[in-house]
């Protein structure tokens, strides 16, 4: 079975190390904070100038100056900071976030993503992405293996404007969690129920796979 | 009016000077911390041909996105530009030109343009259609791009509490754009919750000092939510 979006979440938190600070994309990663191991603590960081975000506010709670990077609102949690814009992509592009997590519609072997606009179709922009895909080390993508119609989102060239050049080496599908490394995909694991030769086929991309890969453990 | 006191007495006194064809620099993230009513009397105003830069143009029918149905933007300089509809069609129709700047650089470009710093190198967007046009440079074996500053014309901010001098405190991701916008404008232009008296802010406390300010007003704002989302208590 492909992984749920929660599932995803849970496979990502489990990366998550104690004292990290953690910078969470929109959508899937977002969901990430659900299933933070209550043995570790973990800062999240927003880039709109939030670092120790908390959960979402009660009716009682919620307060109009206090939103997170999807313009949702939010709390703030014990021993949270708030600065500004510059300040915030100075802590990103400065290499002081441990873990950033976020979405794409590509990715391929050389570590390129492309994640903010399809020509003709989709033109939202990049936000923050292209500073995080430039400044953070430890990057997580998160991701459909293949769209709906079974097309490889895992390419040996992103055919989509790219976010950033050779800066990803993990990938997480709803089948597979990926290394990325000398041009190559490496298949670490996959979801359970899911056959190598699934996510073979799904994969347009070199992937080497191991003699056994293992199921992802939840 | 003497001295430092930078305190206008009505919003048409805060925009005037702005006519067609400038470039104004806006704080703002999403609908948070917008200077709602400056923007307000730009429409009032009829001003055309604008160059705005903003992370985000509004909604439709709030905040920046209001000086869409009139076409007064002919350019914008943003990171972000999704969930609004007229912002889409103009952009898709050519009406409107979108320069798209990752967050990162758009904030250090405001900086660099309110601290003398004509341009900068950055890793962010290389490789990428950002990268388009830039000169490249290799540091310690890596790409960057040489990134402009922007200064505006005007520049439009909104603080939570200012002094009559200027002096201003934002409050929690409020704060965002505003206090680079605040350098970059050669006139700033600031609209606060509450304007206290000299003396009255803890110095140590203040976010953006005074001398960045050209004038203050203060509003009553509407404050809108763009997502809410809450818990259960």
Redesign the interface.
């Given at each position: 079975m492909a992984l749920s979006r929660e599932q995803l979440a849970q496979r990502v938190a489990q990366e998550l190390q104690d004292g990290y600070y953690v910078n969470l994309g929109i959508g899937i990663p977002t969901l990430v904070a659900n299933y933070i191991p209550e043995d570790i603590e973990v800062m999240l960081q927003?880039?709109?100038?939030?670092l120790g975000m908390g959960?979402?506010?009660?009716?009682?709670e919620?307060?109009?100056?206090?939103?997170?990077a999807?313009?949702?609102?939010?709390t703030?949690a014990t021993g949270a900071s708030?600065?500004?814009?510059?300040s915030?992509?100075a802590m990103?592009?400065g290499g002081h976030v441990d873990l950033t997590v976020l979405g794409a519609f590509e990715v391929d072997v050389n570590g390129?993503i492309a994640s903010?606009?399809i020509p003709g179709k989709l033109?939202?922009?990049?936000?923050?992405?292209?500073?995080l895909v430039?400044?953070a080390d430890n990057i997580i993508v998160t991701m459909t293996h293949a769209s709906k119609h079974g097309v490889s989102k895992l390419l040996s060239n992103c055919t989509l404007?790219?976010?950033?050049?050779?800066c990803i080496k993990k990938v997480l599908t709803d089948l597979a969690f990926i290394e990325i490394k000398d041009g190559k995909f490496y298949l670490l694991e996959r979801a359970p129920g899911v056959s190598v030769e699934e996510i073979i086929k799904l994969t347009e991309g070199e992937l080497i796979v191991s003699d056994n890969v293992p199921e992802m453990q939840f | 009016m003497a001295g430092f006191d930078k305190v206008v007495s009505s919003y048409e006194e805060a925009m005037a000077g702005l006519t067609d064809n400038m470039t104004i620099i806006a704080g703002g993230?999403?609908?948070?911390?917008i200077p709602e009513n400056l923007i307000k009397e730009i429409k009032r105003k009829g001003t055309k041909g604008i160059t705005l830069v903003t992370?985000n143009c509004g909604i439709d029918d709030f905040g920046l996105g209001i000086l869409l149905p009139d076409r007064q933007i002919k350019k914008i300089v943003?990171?972000?530009?999704?969930?609004n509809a007229e912002f889409?069609r103009q952009?898709?129709a050519e009406e409107l030109e979108?320069v798209?700047t990752?967050?990162?650089?758009?904030?250090?470009k405001?900086?660099a343009g309110g601290a003398g710093i004509p341009a900068f190198y950055?890793?962010?967007?290389?490789?990428?259609?950002?990268a388009e046009g830039k000169d490249v440079r290799t540091f310690n074996d890596r790409e960057y791009i040489l990134e402009e500053a922007i200064t505006g014309d005007f520049a439009i901010v909104k603080a939570?509490k200012a002094d009559r001098y200027g002096n201003l405190v934002?409050?929690?991701?409020?704060?965002?754009?505003?206090?680079?916008a605040a350098t970059a404008g050669k006139i700033t232009v600031v609209e606060v919750e509450e304007i206290v008296e000299p003396g009255e802010l803890d110095p140590d406390q203040i976010?953006t000092p005074g001398i960045y300010v050209n004038r203050l007003i203060q509003g009553t704002f509407e404050?809108?939510?763009?997502?809410?989302?809450?818990?259960?208590?």
């Open positions: 927003s880039e709109n100038g939030l959960l979402f506010p009660t009716e009682e919620i307060d109009a100056d206090l939103i997170n999807g313009k949702q609102t939010v703030m708030l600065f500004d814009s510059a915030s992509f990103i592009r390129n903010y606009m033109i939202k922009g990049m936000g923050g992405a292209m500073d430039a400044g404007p790219l976010t950033g050049k050779g | 993230f999403g609908l948070c911390g992370n943003a990171s972000y530009v999704g969930d889409e952009m898709m979108v798209l990752p967050q990162g650089t758009l904030a250090e405001m900086r950055t890793a962010t967007g290389v490789g990428t259609p950002v939570w934002f409050r929690k991701t409020a704060r965002n754009f505003n206090p680079m976010h404050k809108r939510i763009e997502h809410r989302t809450v818990r259960k208590a």
